[in-house]
C-alpha cells in the first residue's frame, strides 16, 4: 500500500465497501463479517466517521486483540491485516474479501452489508433465504460478458460520478475502479459497472430501461404520450422525473419574502423516492421487463420487476431493508440521492400524510408497485357517492376529510352520532373500502380512499 492508496480510501469514504473505526473495539468483527458476506470492502481502524485522522498505538497487545476479535467468524475467513504509517500516525486496515465459503458467522450471527451498514440477520429462515438467493442478489456482482474495457467505458461519465461523490481521482482510473469493487476476479467491469458507465448502457443490458407513460382515464386503454428513457441509471432518473414534473399539476407559493415556492399535486419527495427505490431495488435478471412509471387521471403507479424479498417480511416493510444490488444502492447514496437504509417508506408515508393526500400502496408481491393518488375534488367526489351511501357515512368522511387525526369522540360531538352508530358505519366503509386506519388507534390516522 503506498501513501495515494490510503489517500483514495480516505477520500473515497464510508461506504458499502469501505468502513471506518475510531479505535479498536469488537464491533470490528461483525463489520468484517458483513464484508465477507457481501462484495468485500476495508475496514479501517484509527479513522473516526468524519474522517479525522486519530491514528492508533500498535503494540503487541493491540495486535493479539485484533486476531481475537477476528477469531470467532465462522469459517476461518481469508483476511490481510495492514498495519500502515501516515503522516506520523499508525493505522490497520483490515482488507476483507468477498467469501468464497458463504455464509460466514460470528457470534451465532450472520451479517450482510447494506448500503454504508452491517445488518443483522436474526432468523434461521431470513439467513437461509438469503443465501438461496445470493446469486440471484447480486446481478450486480456478474461479469457482463459482451463488454470491453476501457473500449465501451465512459470516463466523462465516470469522472462526472468521482467529482459528484467527492471521491478522489489521483489513482488510475482501473484502481479506483477495483476499489469500488467493480472488477471481478477475471479482471471484467461487473454489470454494476456498466448499468453506471457503459458508453452505450442497453447494448449490454437492452431491458434496463424506464418507459413512461400518460393514460386518458384511470385504466390503460388511452394512452396520451409514451416515452421510453435509457442512459445509465442516474440518467434514467433524471429522464423519470422530468417526465413525471411535466405531466404533473405545478402550483406556485408567494412568499412576502424570498423567491417562489413551486409546489406538485404529489410531493415531489416522494416520486423521487418512489424512482430512486425501482431503479435500485428492481430484478435485473428479469429481462423481459422494465421499469414503468404511468399517470392516470387518479393516481401514479411507479412499477419495477421483482417482489419483495424473503428476507423481508411483510410485516417488515419499511422497517428493515435488504437491498437486492447493495453496489448500486450504495453508489446511489454516495451521490446523496437515498437517505437513512430503510426510512423511504415512511418519509414517503409522512409526506402524503401531511399534504392531506392517502397514503402510498405498496403492492409486493413479483412485481413491485408503487401507487400515489392524486388530489381530487372531494366534494365532487363524495357527491359521486350520495346515493351509494348514508347521510350518516358521508358526515362521518367529510369530518374525517376535514380532520385525518380526529378522535371517536370528537368524532361524536361534531356528527352528534352516538358511538354504536359512529362504529357501525366506520366498519362498513372500511369493507368498502373508502376508509382506512393508518397505525394504532391511539396514534394513528384515518385515511379517506378516494381512489374508487
Not at 470491453?148 to 478522489?168: E, H, T, V
Not at 437515498?338 to 393526500?357: F, H, P, Y
Not at 385525518?404 to 352528534?416: A, D, F, R, V
Amino acid at each position: 500500500m503506498t501513501d495515494k492508496d490510503f489517500e483514495n480510501i480516505l477520500n473515497q469514504g464510508e461506504g458499502y465497501n469501505i468502513e471506518f473505526k475510531r479505535s479498536l473495539n469488537k464491533e470490528i468483527s461483525k463489520e468484517a463479517c458483513s464484508f465477507l458476506n457481501s462484495s468485500g470492502g476495508k475496514l479501517v481502524i484509527g479513522v473516526n466517521d468524519n474522517n479525522t485522522l486519530c491514528g492508533i498505538k500498535l503494540t503487541n497487545g493491540v495486535r493479539s486483540q485484533i486476531y481475537s476479535y477476528l477469531q470467532p467468524i465462522n469459517p476461518t475467513p481469508d483476511i490481510k491485516v495492514i498495519e500502515y504509517s501516515y503522516k506520523e500516525k499508525d493505522f490497520i486496515i483490515l482488507d476483507c474479501k468477498s467469501g468464497k465459503e458463504k455464509p460466514y458467522i460470528t457470534g451465532g450471527m450472520l451479517y450482510v452489508r447494506i448500503g454504508a451498514n452491517a445488518q443483522k440477520l436474526t432468523t434461521p429462515n431470513e439467513m437461509r433465504d438469503f443465501f438461496q438467493q445470493v446469486n440471484k442478489i447480486f446481478f450486480e456482482k456478474k461479469e457482463c460478458d459482451n463488454f470491453l474495457y476501457p473500449d465501451d467505458f465512459d470516463d466523462k461519465r465516470f469522472n462526472l460520478f468521482l467529482k459528484n461523490a467527492a471521491i478522489s481521482q489521483q489513482l488510475p482510473q482501473k484502481n479506483i475502479l477495483e476499489n469500488l469493487e467493480l472488477f471481478t476476479e477475471k479482471d471484467k467491469l461487473n454489470n454494476a459497472g456498466v448499468l453506471f458507465f457503459a458508453k452505450n448502457t442497453q447494448k449490454h443490458h437492452k431491458h434496463a430501461s424506464t418507459r413512461c407513460l400518460l393514460f386518458k382515464g384511470i385504466d390503460k386503454h388511452l394512452i396520451f404520450d409514451d416515452k421510453l428513457i435509457e442512459g445509465n441509471l442516474q440518467e434514467q432518473y433524471k429522464g423519470a422525473l422530468e417526465f413525471l414534473k411535466s405531466k404533473l399539476e405545478l402550483r406556485y407559493i408567494i412568499k412576502t419574502a424570498g423567491p417562489r415556492v413551486e409546489k406538485y399535486e404529489i410531493p415531489e419527495n416522494v416520486f423521487k423516492e418512489a424512482i430512486i427505490n425501482a431503479l435500485v431495488h428492481r430484478d435485473y435478471y428479469e429481462t423481459g421487463g422494465k421499469i414503468h412509471i404511468e399517470i392516470y387521471d387518479n393516481r401514479v403507479e411507479i412499477t419495477n420487476p421483482g417482489g419483495l424479498l424473503q428476507t423481508i417480511k411483510e410485516k417488515e416493510f419499511g422497517k428493515r431493508s435488504v437491498s437486492r444490488n447493495p453496489i448500486i444502492f450504495d453508489f446511489f447514496q454516495r451521490l446523496n440521492m437515498v437517505e437513512q437504509v430503510g426510512s423511504g417508506i415512511s418519509r414517503m408515508q409522512d409526506e402524503m400524510k401531511t399534504e392531506n393526500l392517502p397514503a402510498p400502496h405498496f403492492s409486493l408481491k413479483g412485481i413491485f408497485v408503487v401507487t400515489l393518488y392524486r388530489p381530487i375534488n372531494f366534494n365532487k367526489w363524495i357527491e359521486s357517492w350520495a346515493n351509494k351511501i348514508s347521510k350518516n357515512q358521508i358526515v362521518i368522511l367529510n369530518s374525517i376529510h376535514q380532520n385525518p387525526e380526529i378522535t371517536h369522540i370528537e368524532l361524536s360531538k361534531k356528527t352528534k352520532l352516538g358511538k354504536t352508530t359512529i362504529n357501525n358505519n366506520i366498519r362498513e366503509l372500511k369493507e368498502l373500502e373508502l376508509l382506512q386506519r393508518i397505525g394504532s388507534e391511539r396514534k394513528g390516522y384515518w385515511s379517506v380512499s378516494t381512489k374508487k
